[in-house]
């Protein structure tokens, strides 16, 4: 489950959000301000400096601002937990900025120096497809980040099981996504420094701004990787079933084109609207991957992967090359899938409609090839 989970059908109003004047947090001064606590705050940005949190972009806030601005964490805020810790949805009183706050298993990190290196490292990942990390609070044995809110929650919530009044995400409105996804996971690949494995790609883990933009949650990079001339990070605590490439189940190792094969499956899901894994279809439809697999070597079949919620409305030749991206990064070996520089070039293409596509993307191309001399 994702540690920064799907909440897009859970709406708290802004206005509830607010601490109200008689205060949730108990001390409180006449005029609903909590008081200050110079001892406790100088304890604090000792600890913090001696942390080494100089080096952090992130904004530092007190357990005590968190916890107003969930009111005490109230269950009527929780957004949703994982295997992380619970997430809520928060309102700071100052600024009206509504934000995600992320309450961490006190048993997720060894000590202060460890999760003070893991927000380092989050505070640096600044792409407009990664969320933002706005700051954290390391106060005493409280871990918690804060992040900006997503007000469309997660793609997941968009895609499967979605009740009959709502929606269907159209066509253009996918490939959008996945475009934006794609952007994030080639900014964590090959332009953050130092590179970052995602190693959890998966349609829970991707959020939606009120526009449909995705980005990355913090769920797949929870910890750090791969470092020094190591290409590879442990799959033994990431992964999702059905997400993951059959490499990892081999090797127990995780690489980048492992998170190509991740993304695949995400375009996949993107085309047909299916569960990666789902045990109420018929046996040989239950896993997504090899159900599709077969229809990817014929071309006159692609119309069965579409989602019929979309009622026939795509773009065919949109279609062909959107398939030709998922199948390119579907292949078995590692070694001939795709950089995701080339799988957002080709995806750029089929965001908007246009009057005419390029006649074969480069990944279109690449995968007609493989299949041909795979024969």
């Known amino acids: 489950m994702s540690c920064f989970p799907c909440f897009s059908k859970k709406n708290i109003p ?6 109200p004047a008689s205060g949730v947090v108990k001390e409180h001064e006449p ?30 806030f007190t357990f005590r601002e968190l916890a107003s601005a969930t009111k005490n964490f109230r269950p009527e805020f929780l957004l949703g937990e994982g295997g992380f810790g619970r997430v809520y949805k928060g309102c700071f009183e100052k600024s ?6 992320k309450q961490l298993d006190r048993n997720g990190f060894q ?13 640096l990942l600044q792409h407009e497809n990664i ?21 469309m929650g997660c793609l997941e919530g968009h895609l499967l099981g979605i ?17 934006g996804a794609a952007q994030g996971l080639e900014y964590l690949h090959e332009k953050a ?6 190693r959890d790609l998966k349609s829970s883990n991707i959020l939606l701004d009120e526009e449909f933009n995705a980005k990355l949650s913090d769920s797949g990079f ?18 999702t079933d059905g997400y993951c490439a059959p490499e990892c189940a081999r090797t127990d190792q995780l690489t980048m084109k492992s998170d190509v094969y991740s993304f695949g499956v995400v375009v996949l899901e993107l085309i047909t609207g299916r569960r990666v894994i789902d045990a109420s279809k018929p046996t040989n439809e239950q896993n997504l991957v090899a159900w599709a697999m077969p229809m990817f070597r014929d071309q006159k079949r692609y119309p069965e992967l579409v989602d019929p919620l979309l009622q026939g409305d795509y773009p065919a030749k949109g279609l062909s090359q959107a398939v030709a991206v998922a199948a390119m990064c579907l292949q078995e070996e590692a070694s001939v899938r795709p950089l995701m520089a080339d799988v957002v070039k080709a995806l750029s293409f089929l965001t908007t409609a246009a009057d005419s596509l390029p006649e074969d993307s480069v990944l279109e191309d690449e995968y007609e090839q493989s299949d041909e001399s795979s024969d």
């Open 14 to 19: 802004k206005e509830d959000l607010l601490p």
């Open 31 to 60: 005029n609903g301000k909590p008081e200050s606590h110079p001892t406790q705050k100088t304890s604090d940005e000792a600890n913090q400096k001696d942390a080494g949190t100089a080096n952090i972009a992130a904004q530092t």
């Open 96 to 101: 009206g900025q509504i934000v995600a706050i």
């Open 111 to 123: 000590g202060n120096k460890e999760f003070v290196a893991e927000v380092s490292m989050l505070s």
């Open 131 to 151: 969320v933002t990390l706005v700051g954290y609070c390391a106060d005493g044995d409280q871990r918690l980040l804060v992040y900006e809110y997503m007000p």
């Open 163 to 179: 009740p009959a009044d709502q929606k269907p995400l159209s066509w253009y409105t996918r490939m959008r996504i996945a475009y």
């Open 193 to 198: 420094n130092p590179p970052v494995i995602y």
């Open 222 to 239: 929870a910890r750090v990787g791969p470092m020094g001339d190591k290409g590879h990070v442990s799959a033994m605590v990431m992964g």
